[in-house]
């Protein structure tokens, strides 16, 4: 019944599940491979800087491991994670206020599994996930593989906004199960904005009465450039919140270690999923993450890769001030990796991405944020990965760009609305 | 609308997805534990005997690859994995006569991500997955995530039955769609049979009539005792077969590497999935097995493993000649880790596992590996991890419960039938 084709016919086409209908072409991919051109400064990938870390300390950290640890590091672990781990990452929660213990904790292949976890175990499909308008590129296609709905909430300079996310948990409630809301309330990607003090109790408030279940999602929480921690949303509301971290920005991306704390009955289904998912995570690099925590200067080495971005974050925000033309708006963060820029009305980021490699500078549009076909006036920037001098070229070259595209969009009648 | 009440309730118990019910409490966890008991001799799990990999020649060789390629394995990677792993593992599946190229293999989170990912991208709620009977425990619980029915073909000493397999096809297709068939032909987890060659190309055949898709699942491929390697099925059908590869037992599953070959639109959907489930997989481990693979003498390694499963193989099936008790019968595996042992008509191996348990020996009941009920007459033995000795300890306990359980159901009139 099936037989061979020409390489680019798919004969399974008629097979697939409905669900992989919803499997967005992966924006970040392209981006990866443009971020390699010599000639582009790629202010698109959230890649952290890992040139900053110990690699002659990490190597000698890791042949200790392997000598003295070889049997439990290279063989299989538990479904939920080592436990080791889990209490020391109970102890790096206690920086943002948490209190858990290491039951609560699930340790997941980076913060992104947890949220395909979390999406496994709550989404039927046709529920509704809340998440702020914009939100993290990837987590659109983790829900949308569930099938789920991904309705956005609109934020402002101090976040999401509580009134309007109470009138959408109200509009909706009639459509769909409103299961989850999904936040990164602290240095958000793509937005670089924190979410207030005082909206923090109100959006807490909302969904306890509400009965939405709200998953912080906070890579970037202990990247703050200045000042204290910011306290979690979970520290408020260990029934409410599901968190999900990760060592990604505080670490290494190459571990893939991210965790879910979890109340113990959400817990419990989450451990099940991941035995579907993956039977256990790597022993070896939970240990290799167990062992930096016990033994490396952790905490110094956060300040090394702070100081970094807060340089380069600063960097941007000047160079932007400088240099681009009137009407374009930008974030300002206090930490994160992430500045947003909305562009001069009539400008589609998206159309403008072209001209912009060709100048040598990369970005992602602001389309890839949204759900609902928002976001074509606004574009993300990342100031993470290239030295400062680096992103003052690369800002003055976007500043080039759009200036160029509004003199053509001038001369051109445009129907966009931003 | 939810509050704080006892540690015990589940407020969240009306907001799980359907596909949450479907998930099964851990019977590989509760084995774990149980293998740590020092008074148990552990023949449950699957667990590989990593202590006879060379420690110190890898810590040297993780030590190098930090050093001199810290910021690529630290970083993150692309969601299809490292391409000169890939290549690698082009090289390692030419032994089992298969011809892939880098670009058709995805790199997953050990085989059974990709497991996951195939049911994630072909099966909807319904769907028919069919499965030799016995199966691999944690496929079932996999398959059943996505709310699919696992149906088994029964085998014999020399594999799956071709008829039994057109047959069921025929039975099933009015239905439901089927869609998959799940096999592992090559010493089989948990019957430890092989497929014979006329079988294969019998089961290709019918597959491919049928328009069913063929997941060759092959851990244990390279594990053959003695003789030439095994011919993979999908060295003989490209396009009607996916390839899921690992590591887990021919190197360490501690990396948690493992892979899928798929013809090209199935891979580019099975990258998308990748993508929504973890972003990428750990470039430090799969540059660490690659680097394995590249500089170590894995092959003569190989043959180190081999040569002592073949030993503990050779002492669990003569311990079990010399002890068993009239009517029991076993499985003589070629290769591998498990034999399959049915027991005396009566017994229930389930309710016999406490008796075990005292007796100082574990085992997986085989109603663990069946979807359907099936499978309580017969139980799981693994010799992959202990010492010979302890193999024939382990048996005789074994031999001497299945006498007690005899002589117990003589007693009372017992209603199983296996």
Not at 326 to 338: K, Q, S, Y
Not at 379 to 397: D, F, G, K, Q
Request: net charge neutral.
């Amino acid at each position: 019944m099936y037989s061979t084709r020409g390489p680019d016919a798919d004969q399974w086409q008629p097979r697939y599940a409905a669900r992989t209908a919803g499997m967005r072409a992966s924006e970040v991919r392209r981006l990866f491979a443009m971020a390699d051109r010599q000639d582009v400064v790629s202010l698109a990938g959230g890649m952290p800087n890992v040139e900053a870390l110990p690699f002659d300390a990490l190597a000698t950290l890791t042949a200790d491991l392997l000598i003295e640890r070889g049997r439990h590091a290279l063989q299989y672990g538990s479904a939920q994670g080592d436990p080791d781990l889990r209490d020391r990452i109970c102890e790096v929660m206690t920086i943002e206020g948490i209190t858990a213990c290491p039951d609560d904790v699930v340790v997941t292949v980076g913060s992104q599994q947890g949220l395909d976890m979390l999406a496994r175990i709550f989404l039927d499909p046709g529920d509704i996930v809340l998440a702020e308008g914009p939100t993290y590129l990837t987590a659109i296609g983790t829900f949308t593989a569930y099938q789920a709905r991904v309705v956005h909430v609109p934020m402002d300079g101090a976040g999401l906004i509580p009134e309007a996310l109470a009138e959408t948990i109200t509009r909706l409630r009639p459509t769909g199960r409103v299961q989850l809301l999904y936040t990164v309330p602290t240095f958000h990607n793509p937005s670089g904005v924190t979410l207030s003090p005082a909206r923090r109790a109100q959006v807490l408030d909302i969904c306890r009465r509400a009965g939405v279940l709200v998953v912080e999602d906070n890579p970037y929480g202990l990247l703050a450039f200045d000042g204290e921690p910011v306290r979690a949303l979970r520290a408020d509301s260990p029934d409410g919140v599901i968190y999900l971290g990760s060592f990604s920005k505080t670490f290494a991306p190459g571990m893939r270690v991210g965790w879910v704390v979890a109340p113990p009955a959400v817990r419990e289904k989450l451990v099940r999923a991941m035995e579907s998912a993956i039977l256990s995570h790597s022993m070896f690099t939970q240990l290799m993450v167990e062992r930096y925590l016990a033994t490396q200067p952790w905490l110094p080495q956060l300040k090394v890769f702070r100081d970094m971005y807060r340089e380069r974050c600063q960097a941007m925000v000047t160079a932007l001030g400088e240099s681009m033309p009137p009407g374009t708006r930008w974030t300002e963060p206090g930490g994160g990796f992430f500045v947003w820029v909305t562009l001069p009305p009539g400008i589609d980021a998206s159309a403008m991405l072209a001209r912009a490699l060709a100048s040598g500078v990369a970005y992602v549009p602001g389309a890839g944020f949204y759900a609902d076909g928002g976001g074509h006036g606004a574009l993300r920037l990342s100031y993470c990965y290239p030295p400062p001098e680096r992103i003052r070229t690369a800002v003055a070259r976007l500043a080039a760009v759009i200036r160029e595209e509004s003199a053509a969009t001038d001369r051109v009648p445009s129907s966009s609305v931003c």
